[in-house]
């Protein structure tokens, strides 16, 4: 999840070759040649200086490479390639840098429209990448591809999801000019299939909603990030409207997206109170609160493992506000948030873990997840897409929750 940020850091690259003049604890540098003028000199802290004995090995290992090896090197891609080292090192597959060009393909895919094949794609803990939603009237749709397909190669080439980079880059070369061809090898159960998709323009909504028989509002979300909170917000005024009995929120398959937006659904749902707070490593903590006015119907969340994040954060503070019931399966377990700094120079941006997340009962689901209150699994052959509940037991098990939390408010009043 990505926490919006202004702040801009400055990442200097600096081939600085250390002449040791002293051993006390800092270094005057001059900006001058002259010993004379004094007025671009500045003292360089004991901690700076270590840093720049630090960084004094990663120069000279640039400078060997572009003076001794055997072929001619391109520096501005050693910088990169350090730069990418530096983030992997961290062992985080939420930390990563973007290149100005990669940036501005992951904006593309926030907003929602761009030129592809149509589909919501997820790097999974065991680092492959799965179609977890086929958008309707999409050239993957048409072509035959499913949700739960696990993509193999994109045109004969290996794709991993081992992490946010390596996601990223597979998700570049699934897109393309509108009217090219992209050829997917899929495993799909056993079988291996190669399947052709013509790319065409792709405009996407996050979310959809419809009323199920009984009278019960069902929305769905498939990320949080692009138009869902707006469909989330549309569709609570629709059944407001039409005056529905209950309602069911399905963030199964939903990777997680933005934090705002998170808040912004959970506030339309939950009375007063602390819907969830980020906290820094020094123990830094803001909190994110819902207001008094909220949609008071009898209310089901659907989870299952791949629910991530956001998705999180929406069935924890139901359960944490006892407002509702979520069903389904424990879910991913990714209870951190990540915050996009971007270089003004440039263009290119950083993507850093900052903060964990807590729901008001002080959990956060890194590595645990969240365990629903009514545990059901799906058929091992079914993939939920449109809401049936006679195929689904899933949406079985909440629309009959749904039936006795409407009982139960009966008989209370």
Same mark, same amino acid.
């Given at each position: 999840?990505?926490?919006?940020?202004? @702040?801009?850091?400055?990442?200097?690259? %600096?081939?600085?070759?250390?002449?040791?003049?002293?051993?006390? %604890?800092?270094?005057?540098?001059?900006?001058?040649?002259?010993?004379?003028?004094?007025? /671009?000199?500045?003292?360089?802290?004991?901690?700076?200086?270590?840093?720049?004995?630090?960084?004094?090995?990663?120069?000279?290992?640039?400078?060997?490479?572009?003076?001794?090896?055997?072929?001619?090197?391109?520096?501005?891609?050693?910088?990169?390639?350090?730069?990418?080292?530096?983030?992997?090192?961290?062992?985080?597959?939420?930390?990563?840098?973007?290149?100005?060009?990669?940036?501005?393909?992951?904006?593309?895919?926030?907003?929602?429209?761009?030129?592809?094949?149509?589909?919501?794609?997820?790097?999974?803990?065991?680092?492959?990448?799965?179609?977890?939603?086929?958008?309707?009237?999409?050239?993957?749709?048409?072509?035959?591809? @499913?949700?739960?397909?696990?993509?193999?190669?994109?045109?004969?080439?290996?794709?991993?999801?081992?992490?946010?980079?390596?996601?990223?880059?597979?998700?570049?070369?699934?897109?393309?000019?509108?009217?090219? @061809?992209?050829?997917?090898?899929?495993?799909?159960?056993?079988?291996?299939?190669?399947?052709?998709?013509?790319?065409?323009?792709?405009?996407?909504?996050?979310?959809?909603?419809?009323?199920?028989?009984?009278?019960?509002?069902?929305?769905?979300?498939?990320?949080?990030?692009?138009?869902?909170? /707006?469909?989330?917000?549309?569709?609570?005024?629709?059944?407001?409207?039409?005056?529905?009995?209950?309602?069911?929120?399905?963030?199964?398959?939903?990777?997680?997206? !933005?934090?705002?937006?998170?808040?912004?659904?959970?506030?339309?749902?939950?009375?007063?109170?602390?819907?969830?707070?980020?906290?820094?490593?020094?123990?830094?903590?803001? /909190?994110?609160?819902?207001?008094?006015?909220?949609?008071?119907?009898?209310?089901?969340?659907?989870?299952? /493992?791949?629910?991530?994040?956001?998705?999180?954060? !929406?069935?924890?503070?139901?359960?944490?506000?006892?407002?509702?019931?979520?069903?389904?399966?424990?879910?991913?377990?990714?209870?951190?948030?990540?915050?996009?700094?971007?270089?003004?120079?440039?263009?290119?941006?950083?993507?850093?873990?900052?903060?964990?997340?807590?729901?008001?009962?002080?959990?956060?689901?890194?590595?645990?997840?969240?365990?629903?209150?009514?545990?059901?699994?799906?058929?091992?052959?079914?993939?939920?897409?449109?809401?049936?509940?006679?195929?689904?037991?899933?949406?079985?098990?909440?629309?009959?929750?749904? @039936?006795?939390?409407?009982?139960?408010?009966?008989?209370?009043?």
């Amino acid at each position: 999840m990505k926490k919006s940020s202004m @702040r801009v850091v400055t990442l200097v690259w %600096a081939a600085v070759m250390i002449a040791v003049v002293s051993s006390t %604890a800092t270094l005057l540098i001059s900006g001058r040649a002259s010993q004379a003028q004094t007025d /671009d000199r500045h003292w360089v802290t004991q901690e700076e200086y270590a840093a720049l004995e630090r960084y004094q090995r990663l120069d000279e290992v640039r400078a060997s490479l572009m003076s001794d090896y055997y072929q001619e090197l391109d520096e501005d891609e050693l910088v990169l390639g350090a730069i990418r080292g530096m983030t992997a090192s961290v062992g985080d597959p939420y930390t990563f840098y973007y290149t100005p060009e990669e940036l501005t393909r992951a904006n593309e895919n926030s907003a929602g429209s761009y030129r592809g094949i149509g589909t919501l794609l997820q790097n999974t803990a065991e680092g492959d990448i799965e179609v977890l939603k086929v958008y309707p009237g999409s050239p993957a749709e048409s072509a035959g591809v @499913r949700a739960g397909d696990v993509l193999v190669a994109v045109d004969g080439e290996p794709i991993s999801g081992a992490d946010g980079r390596s996601y990223s880059e597979a998700v570049y070369c699934i897109r393309g000019q509108d009217g090219t @061809r992209v050829n997917l090898t899929i495993l799909r159960g056993d079988r291996t299939l190669e399947i052709t998709v013509n790319r065409g323009d792709v405009t996407i909504s996050y979310g959809d909603y419809t009323v199920l028989p009984g009278n019960i509002g069902y929305i769905s979300l498939s990320q949080f990030t692009g138009n869902a909170a /707006d469909v989330f917000h549309e569709a609570i005024e629709s059944f407001k409207a039409k005056n529905v009995a209950g309602l069911i929120v399905d963030v199964r398959n939903n990777p997680g997206g !933005l934090l705002d937006q998170a808040v912004s659904i959970a506030d339309a749902l939950l009375p007063t109170g602390v819907i969830v707070y980020v906290k820094e490593r020094d123990g830094t903590r803001q /909190d994110f609160y819902s207001d008094e006015e909220y949609y008071d119907v009898p209310l089901v969340v659907l989870v299952n /493992d791949m629910s991530a994040s956001a998705s999180e954060i !929406l069935a924890s503070s139901v359960q944490a506000f006892a407002r509702g019931t979520v069903i389904g399966l424990n879910t991913y377990g990714k209870g951190i948030v990540q915050s996009l700094r971007t270089y003004k120079e440039d263009g290119a941006g950083i993507q850093i873990t900052t903060s964990s997340y807590y729901d008001a009962l002080d959990r956060c689901p890194q590595g645990v997840g969240v365990q629903p209150d009514i545990e059901v699994a799906l058929s091992a052959e079914y993939v939920p897409e449109k809401p049936d509940p006679s195929g689904d037991e899933q949406l079985a098990a909440a629309i009959e929750d749904i @039936r006795r939390q409407i009982a139960a408010r009966k008989a209370a009043a």
